[in-house]
Every structure is written in C-alpha cells, then in structure tokens.
C-alpha cells in the first residue's frame, strides 16, 4: 500500500524530552520557539486570507461551548470539592483547544501548554485502573463526557492532521537549501497531533463513556481513514525513522480499546480488509492493535480473514506466552489480562479454537494464570479457558495439562466473583456436566418454571418481560443480580427445572460462554426453547444457529413491540410455566454457566419472524 517519492516529511527533531504515559514514547514535550514560530505563522497568514474569519468563527465556538458547559463545572466543584482543581484544569485545556483557530493556530504557545497538560492528565487517569485512585478518575472522566470532550478532541486531532499533511507536502515541494524553520513547524504539528492522539488512546483505555462518545464524535473513522493515507502517502514508514510509525500505532490502539470496551461492529462497517493489511505487518507494535482490533470484529461470516492465516492466531498466543513470563506481564505495552481477552474473544469461533488448542493455548494460559496474583488477570485467563473448552478436543487437553485443573479448582474458590464466575464456567464445561449427568439427571426432570437465558445488556427489556408475564400467572426464572459461580447445583438445577427456555438471541448472545453453557445444557436436556430476538437485523449463526435452527421467533427488538411480543409469547407458552398446584418459586435466581452437548449440524434455513401470523399460521 506504501507509495514512494522523492522528499518525504521525516520528524525527526532530537532535542525533547520524553513524558512518561501507557505506551512507550506515546508523549513528547515541546519547547516553544515564539519567535520561529510566528514568523512560520506570518508567512502562512499571507498565504491563506481567511485565517481571521477562522479566527471569528473559533471564538464563538468557545464562546457558546462556555456557556454551555459552565454550568456542568460549577455542579461537579460543589459535589465533589476535593477534585474541584482537577475539574478546573480539565475544564480550561478543554477550553483552549475548542479556542483553537481551525487551522494553523496550532502554532500557539498557550495550545502547547494545554496539550501538554491534558496529556499528562490522560497518562495518570489511564494508570490509575486498578487502583484507589480509579474512583477520583472515573469522576473526571465522566466530567470530560459531559462537557464533549470526546468530540473537542476529535475535532482538534482532525486540524492536526490536516496540518500534518500540508506541512509534509509544503516540505515535499520546497526547492530552497535552507529547510530548518519548515522542518521545526513539522515536528511541532507532528508533536501537538502525537500528544492529542495519546490523549484519546488514554481516555479510551480507561472509560466506557468516553469510548462512546468517541466514536459518535467520528474518531474510528478518522483513525481509519489517517492510517490508510499515511501509509498510502510514506514509503517507508514501517523502519521507525519519521513520526509516522508512531500515529498509526496510536490511531491502532485507539481502535482497540473502542472494540475492546464497546464490542460493536456497526462503528467498524468495511474496517476488516484494512486492520487485516496492518495485522500482517511485520512490525508488531503495528500488529498486535491490528489483530486484537479484529478479534472483537469479526463474526462467522468474516472469521476466514483471520483463519486464512493461522500465523495470526500464533502470533497472540506468543505475545501472551511473553507477557506473563516478564516483570511487567506485558508485551510490546499489551498486559496479560489484554491479551487473553483477545485470545477469548478470537475463540468464540469453533474453527479458532481448534487452532488454537493445537497451538498450545491451554499451556500458555495455565503458566500464565498460575503466576497471576491479580483478579482481572485471572478472570480473563480462566474465561479463555471456558471458551477453548466447547471445543472436545480441547477438554481433552485441558484435563491432560500438568496443573490446569487443580489451578481453576483453586480460583474457583477466589474471593473475586468474577474470577470465581470464570472459573465455575470453565470447571462445568470440563467436568460438571458430565459428572451431574451420571449422578442425577439419567431420569426426566419435570418442569415449573420459564427461565429467560439472557445476556446481560438486554436485562432492562426482559425484566419488563418477566413482570408482565408474572402478572400473567407465570413463574419466571431469571438471573437479575449476574453474581455468578455461587454453585454449580444452582445453575443446573435453574435448567433442569424449567418448563420453557427463553432464549434472548443477539450476538453478545451467541459470543457469551456463560449464555452458551446456559443454552446447550437446554438443549442438552431436550428443553422446549423458544427465541426471542433482541437484535434487529440479526441472524443467528454458529452454535446459536445450530440451536435455534428453524424455530419460530417472536420479536422484541425494541420496547415499542414488547407488550405485544408478551401477547405472542403467552399464546406460544399455552399455560407451561403455569401450574397453580405449585407455589411460586423465586423471582431472582443466580444461575451460571451450564452447557449441552456440541451441536454438529446446521439449521436447514435462517429464524423465522412470526410477528404477523395468525392463529391459522402457527396452528
């Protein structure tokens, strides 16, 4: 995709000092030249007329975007007096930045300064996660959400590409000998645009929030787009030498950590083909946010773009296997709990985690979790583990693997409930089922109750479901409070016990390994189940395909059409779940994993929607 040239744009100015922030070298501080500077910025004025209407227009920005947002200040500085100055500092780098002029005001000692502070602001907030200190920092975060701070720093980013460009061409095509004062005006647009892109990686790293109004501020398309031009427009990129290895790292890792927290592919429509062209690359700090971006993306219909290549499944594992073999459990700045929940999240496909457990991923994960001492860490490895362990194979292995049992038996025992969840999970799938059916589930198990089998996004519909179906008559099963591995005899017997499955069908669904040991240990059990869908425009595919396969759904994709998909589904429940001899059970049942057995055959046609038919249709 790299293009050469004759003259290209290299920053490469050696007098800075490096600002410590998540990534290695992901901030830079820049000295101001005024005098340098403004006489750059004179020239440029003399080239573009319109910089003071610009400027016009910038300063009612700021003025309307202060009125706005004061008001939220003054309420955060009265709730929370101890972080008032923290709010304030937040407030006025904010301010500045909205106050820049759209272009080439980037050359402005006050916007230096500001830069500067909002990045060393982002660096502590981001590593502050796991700490006392997180609470502080989660209260400053949702402050940036409130005042638009996503999209103030878009907007500015976008300016500083922009400049980016024409500085680099202005470079490409200037004949004189003397190139200093345009290559200093380069490495000062290349620094402002490094430090507000590390600002948005840090911000994202840390908050969910701030991850969505991120991306409804345009920031994953503007990544997208900035790292094909850049690579379309510097042939050599890929050694390091000029600045822009360094965006297209961060613009990488800005999209990680979107897919990682919102796990929503309608922000990434037609991203597959690019992340996969940088997933390829031999440069792993390129690599890595490429494939891990991916992992969250892809579904049964687009998976081939990464099984077409095992190496990239070889290449996480590798990173992982390093991680938890070094002091800080990281690799190239990825921490062990990262990487297995890529891992996780690549194995939710049945042909990823096949390669994957002939890979060595169950020795990786064992070493890793067995060297763990922190909770997330553990969480993420033993879900992992979970996950591989649909596969039969891999239960094999992990049953074979010197330790892996007796390490999930021991976290299934943490004080953390969702290190206790993960392990549960994984321990049921390995030997719980097995085990539960030899001992009490060989006779027919009788029925009283519906259970909703949810994934936990959906829980505000369904809980409107299960009142209204309570009211009804009906005894409802269904998990409200997601504690999670409290014990295994719960969770079966919520299956074992029901009269009728609701299976709330989406993709978070179908990528649960909770929800999937839930689901297939109905089937298993031979459970009447009937699909709810909750996701418009969802067909359900994998596993979830092979469960439903042919079965008459009824639609609750919004909240408009739940009172009369209740109306569908007492028709369709015809009094199971209904039986006035027995006395209500309870209305919160912590339920967990559960699994049947694998399916091995494909629906002969797509879920059906029933939401017009007739008492005729279904008769």
Same mark, same amino acid.
Not at 270 to 295: H, Q
């Given at each position: ?8 744009? *290299? ?8 600002? $410590?922030?998540?990534? =290695? ?8 030249? =005024? *005098? ?21 227009? @910038?300063?009612?920005? #700021? ?22 100055? !923290?709010?304030?500092?937040? &407030? ?34 981001? @590593? ?20 638009? %701070? ?5 907007? &500015?980013?976008? !300016? ?45 790293? &840390? ?10 501020? %345009? ?16 042939? #050599?990129?890929?050694? /390091? ?47 890595? =946010? $490429? ?11 687009? !998976? ?98 010197? /330790? ?9 025992? @943490? ?22 059916? #030899? ?67 989406? +993709? ?28 418009? !425009? ?10 439903? /396969? ?9 909240? +408009? ?5 209740? /109306? *569908? ?15 209500? %059970? ?34």
């Amino acid at each position: 995709m790299g293009s050469g040239g004759s003259k290209k744009l *290299k920053v490469t100015q050696p007098q800075v000092n490096v600002a $410590a922030s998540r990534v =290695p070298d992901s901030s830079t501080h820049i000295a101001p030249q =005024p *005098k340098m500077l403004q006489d750059v910025q004179d020239q440029r004025l003399s080239h573009d007329g319109g910089l003071e209407r610009n400027e016009k227009s @910038s300063v009612q920005d #700021n003025t309307e975007w202060v009125v706005l947002h004061t008001g939220t200040l003054q309420r955060y500085k009265m709730k929370y007096p101890e972080q008032a100055g !923290n709010f304030q500092t937040m &407030f006025d780098n904010m301010q500045v930045l909205v106050n820049t002029t759209h272009q080439y005001s980037t050359l402005v000692e006050e916007t230096v300064h500001r830069v500067h502070s909002l990045s060393s602001q982002s660096g502590s907030i981001s @590593s502050s996660a796991g700490t006392h200190e997180a609470e502080e920092y989660t209260r400053l975060m949702g402050f940036v959400v409130e005042i638009e %701070g996503a999209a103030v720093l878009q907007r &500015f980013a976008q !300016n500083c590409f922009n400049d980016y460009y024409e500085m680099g061409a202005h470079f490409e095509n200037d004949n004189s000998d003397d190139e200093s004062s345009v290559e200093l005006t380069c490495y000062v647009v290349f620094a402002y645009l490094r430090r507000v892109l590390g600002t948005i990686q840090n911000f994202t790293d &840390f908050h969910n929030g701030f991850c969505r109004e991120s991306a409804k501020a %345009g920031v994953v398309s503007m990544c997208l787009e900035n790292i094909t031009r850049i690579d379309r427009e510097n042939y #050599n990129w890929e050694s /390091g030498y000029d600045g822009a290895f360094q965006l297209i790292e961060t613009c990488l890792s800005i999209l990680h950590n979107i897919s990682r927290r919102l796990k929503d592919r309608d922000l990434f429509v037609n991203s597959d083909e690019t992340l996969l062209y940088f997933a390829k690359l031999k440069a792993r700090g390129i690599a890595a =946010p $490429a494939l891990l971006c991916l992992g969250y993306l892809v579904n049964e219909e687009t !998976n081939h773009l990464i099984s077409a290549d095992e190496n990239l499944l070889q290449f996480i594992l590798t990173m992982l296997d390093e991680a938890w073999q070094s002091e800080d459990r990281r690799c190239i700045g990825y921490s062990a709990k990262e990487l297995a929940e890529g891992l996780s999240h690549l194995a939710i496909n049945d042909h990823n985690k096949k390669v994957l457990g002939q890979f060595g991923a169950v020795r990786v994960l064992t070493k890793s979790l067995q060297t763990s001492s922190e909770n997330e860490e553990q969480a993420s490895g033993a879900k992992a583990l979970w996950m591989l362990a649909f596969d039969d194979a891999n239960k094999d292995v992990i049953r074979q693997e010197e /330790g892996t049992l007796d390490t999930l038996r021991a976290l299934h025992h @943490s004080d953390d409930k969702d290190v206790k969840q993960a392990a549960a999970g994984a321990l049921w799938e390995i030997e719980g089922k097995t085990a539960r059916n #030899n001992a009490e589930v060989s006779k027919e198990v009788s029925g009283h109750h519906v259970m909703i089998s949810y994934q936990w996004d959906a829980q505000g519909m369904l809980v409107e479901v299960k009142n209204k179906l309570q009211a009804s008559g009906y005894r409802v099963w269904m998990d409200l409070e997601q504690m999670g591995g409290s014990t295994l005899e719960a969770m079966a017997k919520a299956v074992e016990n029901a009269s009728v499955v609701l299976v709330c069908v989406s +993709q978070r669904y179908k990528e649960s390994a909770n929800c999937r040991s839930e689901a297939e240990y109905a089937y298993q059990l031979r459970k009447d189940v009937i699909p709810l869908m909750m996701q418009r !425009n969802y067909k359900a595919d994998g596993w979830l395909g092979m469960l439903v /396969g042919t079965k008459l759904w009824i639609d609750f994709q919004s909240k +408009q059409v739940i009172d009369l998909g209740v /109306g *569908k589904l007492v028709k369709e429940l015809a009094g199971r779940g209904k039986d006035i001899d027995v006395t209500d %059970g309870p209305t919160e049942v912590v339920i967990r994993p559960s699994e049947a057995s694998v399916l091995t055959t494909a629906p002969s046609s797509a879920v059906t929607d029933v939401s017009g038919w007739t008492n005729e249709d279904v008769k």
